[in-house]
């Protein structure tokens, strides 16, 4: 482990798409409770027996859940039982109820308060293990500010800046301080049952009354100008490259198919009745649209067409994003539906393809072949634009549709 973490200084992106795969790859099972909306409120009362999947501005969970519970939100609030695990996405994220399975989260603002019966898996800004926090297995965190005030049943494996341990750790702590003013410091209460080892620029603090049952191994690690050197600066841009479009990718697939619904399906269908046409289709918006833009922002039509220019500029990017996404979307798809357990008997499927599957699995393998030199943009191309065209051709069936009824 330790050899692996003395990378990630230099490789940060495969922290990030390991937690990515970690995070995103568990919530594909078919979902069977979804809520979506500005605020999502399950009260402490109501039982949901089925997987769960929330996304929303504001998330409050104080109920129980027999399974597994996935979240995407800004602010996500967890209060209640969960007996399976819990996987999600936010920008402040409170787990304060008890969770038998695993925890797979990403947050900026990490706090965990509840009973943890298995693994937790967290990368954040700022991440905290309360006192009343017990992990029953290991812990694998990679965050800026880490304070572990609570129990680890078994081993503690991070990459952080700052690392505070205050609680206890019942087996090893396999540790990088990644950051040349990073700190790891052990207080006095703290207690490791095993080996201690950690690579930093800086020895670890290590308070008298902290006990360690174990040896205590520092791996000094070069200061980041001696690390990385000129010539790591371009793989490591085009690595994190690599990171944000799967990333990105990912999240944008994932509020698609949350939103779009049996749209999407629509889509699918629409692609495969007439590629050539929705190809073409695509082909020709991609071009024209952002010319036309320009051309109304010509000094003449500047100060009259620039807002109209300006907002169809931003939804020619929207529905392109969407388009990226779907082309994935497709791909899964069409994989899971070439699998034994989608095969057809007169014509209709023995089990339905999980769009949220299709996603996770069509999104990460096209992306791989994205970034393929020239034949991965090649490819990517002309899959948004096959998309693109199938996209706004339902967008035409949806406007006339609603011409006609009105």
């Not at 706090?111 to 812990?139: A, T």
């Not at 990644?178 to 603090?205: C, F, H, M």
Request: charged content about 15%.
């Amino acid at each position: 482990m330790s050899r692996i973490l003395s990378k990630l200084s230099q490789f940060r992106w495969i922290v990030f798409v390991i937690l990515a795969f970690l995070i995103l790859v568990p919530a594909t099972t078919y979902a069977k409770v979804v809520r979506s909306g500005d605020s999502i409120y399950v009260g402490a009362e109501e039982i949901i027996d089925d997987n769960f999947y929330a996304l929303g501005q504001s998330v409050d969970l104080a109920g129980t859940f027999n399974n597994d519970v996935f979240v995407l939100g800004n602010s996500v609030s967890i209060s209640g039982v969960i007996k399976g695990d819990v996987i999600g996405v936010a920008n402040t994220l409170l787990i304060s109820g008890r969770v038998d399975g695993n925890i797979r989260v990403v947050g900026a603002d990490v706090r965990l308060r509840g009973l943890i019966g298995k693994n937790l898996n967290v990368f954040g800004g700022n991440v905290i293990l309360d006192q009343e926090c017990q992990v029953g297995n290991s812990v694998l965190v990679g965050a800026n500010i880490f304070d572990l005030r609570g129990q680890v049943g078994a081993n503690l494996d991070g990459w952080v800046n700052r690392l505070s341990i205050y609680g206890a750790v019942a087996n090893n702590a396999d540790l990088v301080v990644g950051s040349d003013n990073g700190r790891l410091v052990i207080y006095p209460a703290a207690k490791i049952g095993q080996n201690l080892t950690y690579q930093s620029v800086n020895p670890a603090d290590i308070k008298e009354g902290a006990w360690i049952g174990g040896q205590t191994s520092h791996q000094p690690l070069l200061e980041r100008a001696e690390r990385l050197g000129i010539r790591a600066s371009v793989p490591q841009l085009f690595s994190l490259f690599i990171l944000a479009y799967i990333f990105s990718s990912l999240i944008i697939g994932l509020v698609v198919v949350s939103i779009g619904g049996k749209k999407i399906k629509e889509t699918i269908d629409e692609m495969r009745s007439r590629p050539w046409r929705n190809l073409g289709l695509g082909l020709v918006y991609f071009i024209v649209t952002p010319v036309a833009c320009l051309i109304l922002l010509i000094p003449p039509l500047l100060f009259i067409a620039a807002p109209l220019s300006l907002l169809v500029l931003f939804v020619y990017l929207i529905f392109l994003a969407i388009s990226d996404a779907i082309i994935g979307v497709y791909l899964g798809y069409w994989i899971l539906e070439k699998l034994h357990r989608y095969k057809k008997v007169d014509n209709q499927a023995i089990k339905p393809v999980s769009m949220m599957a299709a996603m996770v699995l069509g999104v990460l393998l096209f992306s791989l072949i994205c970034v393929i030199p020239i034949i991965g943009w090649i490819i990517r191309l002309v899959g948004v634009w096959w998309a693109f065209g199938a996209v706004l051709t339902l967008k035409k069936k949806m406007v006339v549709g609603w011409h006609n009824k009105n």
